[in-house]
């Protein structure tokens, strides 16, 4: 026989899912089945606080204690640059290989860096842009209407200044 379930205990699922749309509650019922709560409502929780990354895959993190899930948004860089571009939301269903050829200002890239910074592995806030500067050459967006690996090497060079805070 299993041990008697601790109602003080946290547990942390994490998943991925599309901004808006709730997680699939097949995937979710062996995860969270066992801790007592039901897939489908923690389902349409996660819909209801994925609403503004419409469209977007993210990472959501379920905090669970004393049978309450608590959901938290945990955003990947890819994600922040695609919403900073400020696309008007697809369908999924029906849009497929999107181009994301928008422009981002080199400010929103700091601003996003600072987001990212706790999660990092760089020392430093500049490496941290770096890092979110590659992502954006990933994502195929172009930097203050510059290809993001110009700004790199400025940044590197010192010629675009990042600030230590």
């Not at 003080?8 to 899912?17: K, N, P, Q």
């Not at 955003?75 to 269903?93: G, M, N, T, W």
């Not at 967006?141 to 940044?155: F, L, R, T």
């Amino acid at each position: 026989m299993p041990p008697k379930f601790d109602p003080t205990a946290i547990h942390e699922v994490t998943l991925r899912v599309t901004g808006g749309e709730g997680a699939a509650t097949a995937a979710l019922a062996p995860k969270i089945g066992p801790l007592g709560l039901a897939p489908k409502k923690i389902s349409e929780d996660i819909a209801k606080n994925t609403g503004d990354w419409k469209g977007l895959r993210i990472t959501v993190k379920l905090t669970i204690q004393n049978r309450q899930a608590k959901i938290s948004v945990v955003p990947s860089a890819s994600s922040l640059v695609i919403k900073a571009l400020k696309e008007a939301p697809r369908d999924r269903k029906k849009v497929k290989n999107i181009k994301h050829d928008g422009n981002v200002s080199f400010d929103e890239i700091i601003s996003i860096a600072r987001q990212m910074r706790p999660r990092s592995m760089a020392r430093e806030l500049r490496g941290t842009v770096l890092e979110i500067l590659g992502t954006a050459q990933s994502v195929g967006c172009k930097v203050d209407g510059q290809h993001p690996h110009s700004i790199i090497e400025k940044v590197q060079s010192g010629e675009y200044d990042v600030p230590e805070k």
